[in-house]
């Protein structure tokens, strides 16, 4: 079954930085591009960053560009996301998605709260 | 960065009635449009990708058509579990992009 159990939301102080993690399961992890994407309250969906097969090619979108950094790490089955210089408007539930064009499963998210 | 607009924001509609969602690009996208189903307290889950395909053990009551800007997904006999948000979300043009949804309510 696959699974993608995102870790390391809470509450952060504007300014703070936060490193979320993603442990995939129950497939081939290193075969898949991995994405994160989050949801602000209230706002639609909002794509972030998306990393690679072997990690050599990330993206990440402009409006965060500079403050976030995107990794794995393909012995442990695990992903991160990095996120300096937080701000209120960062407050969201932060989604570890399973590939990039498209993407086909999500995990369930972990909030994270600047305030 | 595409916009994508979704159509009608929420619909309301019977057990067994057939539903017509529709999400509009504001730029051509080909046939890299998906649609996802979520529901309040879990992950989105995929229905169809690449416009038109269904994901693995989707019912086949769920179909999907369009091309460029103008999509449609279809829910024919509308069932109980079927009550949730329904999202497009292109991924030919980077940022992938979403829409903001239609709540379907049964």
């Known amino acids: 079954e696959v699974q993608l159990v995102e870790s390391g939301g809470g509450l952060v102080q504007p300014g703070g930085s936060l490193r979320l993690s993603c442990a995939a399961s129950?497939?081939?992890?290193?075969?898949?591009?991995m994405s994160w994407v989050r949801q602000a309250p209230g706002k639609r969906l909002e794509w972030v960053a998306t990393?690679?097969?072997?990690?050599?090619?990330?993206y990440s979108v402009d409006s965060m560009k500079g403050r976030l950094t995107i990794s794995r790490d393909n012995a442990k089955n695990l992903v991160y996301l990095q996120v300096n210089s937080l701000r209120a408007d960062d407050t969201a539930v932060y989604y570890c998605?399973?590939?990039?064009?498209?993407?086909?499963?999500w995990g369930r998210g972990t909030l994270v709260t600047v305030s | 960065e595409v916009l994508m607009t979704q159509s009608p924001a929420t619909l309301s509609v019977s057990l067994g009635d057939r539903a017509t969602l529709s999400c509009r690009a504001s730029q051509n996208v080909t046939s890299d449009l998906l649609w996802f189903q979520q529901k309040p307290g879990l992950p989105p889950r995929l229905l169809i990708h690449?416009?038109?395909t269904r994901a693995t053990n989707v019912p086949a009551r769920f179909s999907a058509s369009g091309s460029g800007t103008t999509f449609t997904l279809t829910i024919s006999s509308l069932q109980s579990e079927d009550s949730a948000i329904y999202c497009c979300q292109q991924y030919n043009n980077w940022p992938p992009t979403f829409g903001q949804g239609t709540k379907v309510e049964i």
């Open positions: 129950g497939f081939t992890f290193r075969n898949y591009w």
């Open positions: 690449g416009t038109s």
């Open positions: 990393v690679k097969t072997d990690g050599n090619e990330k």
């Open positions: 998605a399973r590939g990039f064009r498209p993407v086909d499963f």
